[in-house]
């Protein structure tokens, strides 16, 4: 289940990238009151956390994460 959890926040910082990227809009900030409020960064830090999370899901084995997805 964190796996998941992870794998969806990593989703959502990457369209917040892509946003900014090709829009040069920020969604995170847009909606929390700017890149340096409180909120927003709170929220690119679990962001973060989760794409740390994330990096170990390239060490797992095939077997050992498909076996966490049946717990």
Same mark, same amino acid.
């Given at each position: 289940?964190?796996?998941?959890?992870?794998?969806?926040?990593?989703?959502?910082?990457? #369209?917040?990238?892509?946003?900014?990227?090709?829009?040069? %809009?920020?969604?995170?900030?847009? /909606?929390?009151? @700017?890149?340096?409020?409180?909120?927003?960064?709170?929220?690119?830090?679990?962001?973060? #956390?989760?794409?740390?999370?994330?990096?170990?899901?390239? %060490?797992?084995?095939?077997?050992? /994460?498909?076996? @966490?997805?049946?717990?």
């Amino acid at each position: 289940m964190l796996d998941r959890i992870a794998l969806v926040l990593v989703i959502i910082g990457s #369209l917040n990238w892509g946003s900014i990227g090709l829009f040069n %809009f920020d969604i995170v900030a847009w /909606i929390f009151g @700017g890149a340096g409020a409180l909120a927003s960064r709170i929220v690119y830090t679990v962001v973060a #956390l989760a794409g740390v999370w994330c990096i170990s899901l390239l %060490f797992r084995s095939r077997e050992e /994460i498909s076996a @966490g997805d049946r717990q």
